[in-house]
């Protein structure tokens, strides 16, 4: 993962801030987005795992965010932008949130949950480690997507659009494949 890391930000001209973890700062959270927001830090990497789920408070410092080792929860939060966001080394929930951009977004390790958001594409994505799920978003094709290593949980639409041949034929899905609910 670090390697993908190195790969991606390498091709990058403006430079990304690389944090080591959250046990730097004294209060953790608090400590990463006090830092992000004092410095004005517009590009930066997080090698830890990051678990806002149901927070409440301004998420507008996340939109800096190029690519993170561990997990990413934002799930029922108010996050409505990641568009920065290249790589995930975990799992990245997003059910339940406002969000609209992933368009940079290429690779995650682990599952990703996307169900329930505003998300229209996923233009650069090309593997998920475990499952995908896409319902009840507005995702009318999964382009360039490679691979899911475990299911694919579709949305209406692309339930409608592609037989499960057609999809395999597209993507290599690693186990089931999930038809709207």
Do not use: A, C
């Not at 997003?94 to 594409?121: A, F, H, W």
Request: aromatic share 8%; charged share 25%; proline share 2%.
């Amino acid at each position: 993962m670090r390697s993908l890391i190195k790969q991606i930000l390498k091709e990058e001209t403006e430079e990304v801030l690389f944090i080591p973890g959250l046990n730097y700062f004294p209060d953790r959270m608090g400590g990463l987005k006090n830092f992000i927001q004092k410095k004005n830090i517009k590009r930066w990497s997080l090698d830890d795992n990051l678990s806002l789920g149901g927070y409440d408070g301004g998420l507008t410092w996340l939109e800096g965010l190029v690519s993170i080792t561990g997990f990413l929860d934002l799930e029922r939060t108010e996050i409505k932008f990641l568009g920065n966001l290249q790589s995930v080394g975990g799992n990245l929930e997003l059910k339940g949130t406002p969000i609209e951009s992933l368009d940079n977004l290429q690779s995650v390790v682990g599952y990703l949950s996307l169900r329930g958001t505003q998300i229209k594409s996923l233009p650069k994505l090309q593997s998920v480690g475990s499952s995908l799920d896409v319902r009840e978003t507005k995702i009318k094709t999964l382009e360039n997507l490679k691979s899911v290593g475990g299911s694919l949980h579709l949305n209406e639409y692309l339930s409608e659009k592609y037989t499960n041949e057609e999809i395999r034929s597209m993507i290599n899905v690693g186990r089931f494949i999930f038809r709207r609910n």
